[in-house]
């Protein structure tokens, strides 16, 4: 790996000289844009509007609208006499319990690597964090940009994780959601009862990435002139009603496919359906559901797969 920047990171009086590095990487196929026709390749030209001529890279520069709308060139220069562009550090500001900053704020991650002769003093910082169960909230330039970031431990390395800032993230006002469904006693164990049926440690090599594996072994058959897939076979019109299963039915059946059993069987069960007015010929039908609906179908399906793929889960 080639480090990207390199300062120090200080917190107090103290300073840790660091490189940084790009921490992920992207396993997209490369392509390039073709005439669908011939293949010919497509370029893209800068060229100045309303002529053909062609602008050098190192010619361009950025227009920004100013509070009256009038039109503000800057070039690059201009922009490398920003104060802020000159400050080599990254400035902890404060430490917060991990909690308490969401993932959706998460970014881009980045490792740093002690910089100096003696390691110690970024061994502190990182046992230090690790102790304390806490993240470092800091601000830093990069790429011409101020960044707001959180450090963290990963493994035995220091990760510095890009965040957005608060205006970046999207209130989620969704008008569906203003009121809450009546979600019933024994809805909400048997949804329990599934999660704890498929609860697991987290092992990212059990993932790997569907859409890149079809897409190289559609790659590999076009060369070779070959089919990659299958046409799949169209499913039978279902009714719209059997698209809304009884619930409860389907955590039922998705539970017992998981665990061989789904007892749900206690006083709040039955006391339940009889506030809500069922009768027990119901709850008998429900039971019997998942076999004729296409909910408890299509969860039979993937338990099944769950349960002969234990090496491999694969994630579209």
Request: net charge negative; charged share 35%; proline share 6%.
């Amino acid at each position: 790996m080639r480090s990207i920047w390199k300062g120090d990171l200080s917190f107090g009086l103290v300073n840790v000289p660091v490189k940084v590095y790009s921490a992920t990487e992207s396993h997209d196929r490369k392509s390039h844009q073709v005439d669908s026709n011939d293949g010919t390749r497509i370029r893209y030209r800068k060229v100045r509007e309303g002529t053909d001529e062609e602008v050098e890279f190192s010619q361009i520069a950025n227009a920004y609208e100013s509070d009256t709308g009038q039109t503000v060139v800057l070039t690059k220069d201009d922009l490398a006499e920003l104060p802020v562009q000159r400050s080599p550090e990254i400035s902890i500001t404060d430490f917060v319990p991990v909690d308490q900053v969401d993932p959706i704020y998460f970014d881009k991650p980045y490792y740093l690597e002690p910089a100096s002769k003696s390691p110690k003093a970024y061994a502190l910082m990182r046992e230090a964090l690790k102790d304390t169960d806490r993240l470092a909230i800091a601000t830093f330039t990069l790429r011409n940009r101020t960044r707001l970031a959180a450090l963290r431990v990963v493994g035995n390395v220091l990760t510095l994780q890009t965040l957005l800032w608060p205006d970046e993230v999207r209130e989620a006002a969704f008008p569906s959601l203003d009121e809450s469904p009546d979600l019933k006693p024994q809805e909400l164990k048997m949804a329990a009862s599934l999660i704890e049926s498929m609860s697991a440690d987290f092992d990212p090599s059990q993932y790997e990435d569907t859409y890149q594996n079809e897409l190289s072994k559609l790659i590999e058959a076009k060369a070779e002139g070959t089919e990659a897939f299958t046409a799949p076979e169209k499913a039978e019109d279902e009714d719209d009603d059997s698209e809304v299963a009884d619930l409860l039915a389907a955590l039922r059946a998705s539970v017992k496919n998981r665990t061989g059993s789904a007892d749900d069987s206690d006083d709040s069960d039955g006391s339940e359906d009889s506030d809500s007015g069922k009768t027990p010929a119901k709850k008998t039908a429900a039971k019997k559901a998942p076999a004729k609906k296409a909910p408890a179908k299509k969860v039979a399906a993937k338990s099944t797969a769950a349960k002969k793929a234990p090496a491999k889960r694969k994630a579209g």
